[in-house]
């Protein structure tokens, strides 16, 4: 092992692939080894990669596609699209995936995710095998002649754009002639969703919808404090229908025509309250507001709790052969598309359902069950997780549990799950209740026992 890798984690992939800071971890000769560990693994003579605005994407893409192509591996570049948009590539063509991203995390972060060649993120296990590779340097290393090529297609953008358009009831929609305004946040879906929402006969305004690595116009995380602008224009009371997405636009979360943010488990409910079939399964992680849970009792759904993280979710759907799942963030993921978040079909999901019922979107969520879910972040510096989960047990001792991802914690009036986050070095904390006020009591409860 040299040098440099002696001092480097030997766990790199957190539950959204390698992040970190360009020429801090996510060095040159750190991107290509990974590039090249990557090439080593893969099946397949090309590979494919995508990435997002971020200011660094040029530099950790090429470090990365340099290291591929040392293994003997071609590299077709993408370009600039949305996450989804490269996974439906590779489970077109049956070609393995890097998607240069740090999703919604600040400017100065970037990452590399891995895609299988069936469109889904890349299991654990193989994860673990890329970073063997990468640590002992076993890499694949190809004579000069054999060196591969930089190819470019630049195409699935609309490809991307015309597949999302034919899963809905495009003429419905168009025949509503929604006015919509979408903010993409300079993300990766600049392009593609007001396309996407033209193509639908949408009457579109776009906020933030030009490519901007440093994101300047508002934070990648579509949270209500970064959506000020947005919910400001939805309050004029002109349009049906506001759109966010975060950087990498796996995501998508909504505005009512009043100008109220929807909360992302409001949006994953109204989903599955206007697709899933009686017997249908539905697989969300435990993070997830007991929503999910009481309209899956009302229409007679199988229900599956998974830990956190969007592949975990999707894997378990493919083998329990669910047509729906998702997270309480606005990742949803609809089966008769592809096995991952897709925040394009999010929204064009929804403006079927609103096309179909005749109903503007506050009606929609306000005819879903009534839960609170609350959200709170640690910081861990100098706070190990097992320190913090004693803490937690020996608080509330009387209480049953759930160790199904960190620790859930059962209360009367609803629960809490604290638990520390694979992309970034915080503990997360989640209350939910059906009482805003029971969860904000709650949440000063467990975050005061969790400070001691």
Known sequence: MSERKSGESR?????????????????????????????????????????????????????????????????????????????????????????????????????IKCIDSDGTELRSEDEAAIEQLYFSSTFRKSEWTGIGTLLRDHNQGERY??????????????????????????????????????????????????????????NAEPRPENLAELMQVMKSGRFDLGVAHDGDADRAVFIDEKGNFVEGENTL???????????????????????????????????????????????????????????ENGGVIIGDNQYCRDGGMTVAKILDIMAKTGKPLSTLVGELPRYVLLKKSIETEGKPWNKMRKLAVDSFPACRRDETDGLKIFFDEGWALIRPSGTEPIVRVYVNTRDEGDARRLMEKVMGALKH
């Open 11 to 111: 766990k790199l992939f957190g539950t959204n692939g390698i992040r970190g800071i360009p020429n801090e971890l996510l060095t040159f000769s750190f991107c290509s080894g990974i590039g090249a560990a990557i090439g080593s693994f893969a099946k397949g003579e090309i590979i494919a990669l995508a990435r997002d605005t971020r200011r660094s994407g040029d530099f950790v893409g090429s470090a990365v596609s340099a290291g591929i192509m040392s293994t003997g591996k071609n590299v077709v570049d993408l370009g600039v699209i949305p996450t989804p948009a490269l996974q439906l590539y590779c489970k077109n063509t049956g070609r393995f995936g890097v998607v240069i991203t740090a999703s919604h995390n600040p400017p100065q972060f970037n990452g």
């Open 161 to 218: 754009v015309e597949n999302l358009v034919s899963l809905v009831d495009a003429d419905r929609i168009r025949s509503r002639h929604f006015k919509v305004v979408i903010d993409t946040g300079n993300g990766a879906a600049y392009s593609t969703s007001p396309a996407l929402l033209t193509r639908l006969g949408c009457r579109v305004v776009s906020l933030n919808s030009n490519p901007d690595g440093l994101f300047t116009s508002r």
């Open 269 to 327: 409910a109204l989903v599955i309250k206007h697709m899933a079939g009686s017997g249908d399964t539905i697989v969300t992680p435990v993070s997830s507001s007991d929503i999910i849970d009481e309209v899956c009792r009302e229409k007679s759904l199988n229900l599956v709790k998974t830990r956190v993280g969007a592949p975990i979710v999707a894997r378990t759907m493919i083998e329990r052969q669910a047509r729906l799942g998702g997270e």
